[in-house]
């Protein structure tokens, strides 16, 4: 079982508010990913690290931030949320070696 | 640059049939290649993986897929469904680019079960 955490699970805030979508980790791994999915869409990276102070922004532009500050946390911030920000963030970290990724439940954001 | 391409967003079968997802995928090295399920309201869990050796690679579930380079497809099969398939099912394809490892995922298939 993937020992990989996301909080919230839901959000729903209006827009301007700044944010952040938390990711946690406990596997010890060095690669972390946030991905965005909307309904009936392949997930899109929208920032990676590959351990402690890196970062770097994925395949999909994005106006959220990320940190990596320690090997387990991986946390998204978006400074003013906007409804075109609306869709669900997946965060997952890489297994070395058998090249699997562990994915997060996910976090929902609603803007309004 | 690599791409997946799953075909039928939508795939309808009665319980008991043969599961059939298929997937093709353009990379330009030696790829490793993955189908992942997604259950509402939750993350994406590996099924199976195909890295290198047997062409023929088994998964949880009873699910299995086989990598067939010169159709490069690695479609996902079942003998025999079950309710508890139902879920979206995404076919994905990584390789070790300059500076890490990024995983590409189609757009995903959507299986539905009926009784």
């Known amino acids: 079982e993937a020992d990989i955490y996301q909080t919230p699970r839901y959000l729903v805030i209006g827009t301007g508010k700044k944010i952040t979508l938390e990711c946690s980790q406990t596997m010890g791994h060095d690669k972390m990913y946030w991905y965005q999915q909307d309904p009936g869409m392949e997930l899109h990276l929208i920032h990676y690290?590959?351990?402690?102070?890196?970062?770097e922004k994925g395949d999909l532009s994005s106006e959220s931030t990320v940190s990596r500050i320690r090997t387990e946390h991986f946390p998204l911030t978006l400074e003013s949320a906007r409804p075109s920000h609306t869709s669900q963030y997946l965060c997952?970290?890489?297994?070395?070696?058998?090249?699997?990724?562990?994915f997060g439940p996910g976090t929902r954001l609603t803007v309004t | 640059a690599q791409s997946v391409t799953q075909l039928g967003s939508h795939v309808s079968v009665s319980e008991g049939a043969l599961v059939l997802l298929r997937c093709n995928y353009s990379?330009?090295?030696?790829?490793?290649l993955f189908w992942y399920v997604q259950y509402p309201n939750q993350g994406l869990q590996l099924l199976l993986k195909?890295?290198?050796?047997?062409?023929l690679v088994k998964g949880i579930n009873g699910f299995e897929a086989e990598f067939k380079k010169s159709e490069t497809s690695f479609h996902l099969t079942k003998p025999s469904a079950h309710m508890s398939d139902a879920a979206e099912y995404f076919c994905?394809?990584?390789?070790?680019?300059?500076?890490?490892?990024?995983?590409?995922f189609g757009a995903g298939t959507r299986l539905f079960v009926k009784a």
């Open positions: 997952a970290s890489l297994r070395d070696g058998p090249y699997e990724q562990y």
């Open positions: 195909y890295t290198t050796g047997a062409t």
């Open positions: 690290s590959y351990g402690v102070n890196s970062t």
């Open positions: 990379s330009s090295v030696p790829p490793y």
């Open positions: 994905a394809v990584s390789d070790r680019g300059t500076g890490g490892f990024k995983t590409i």
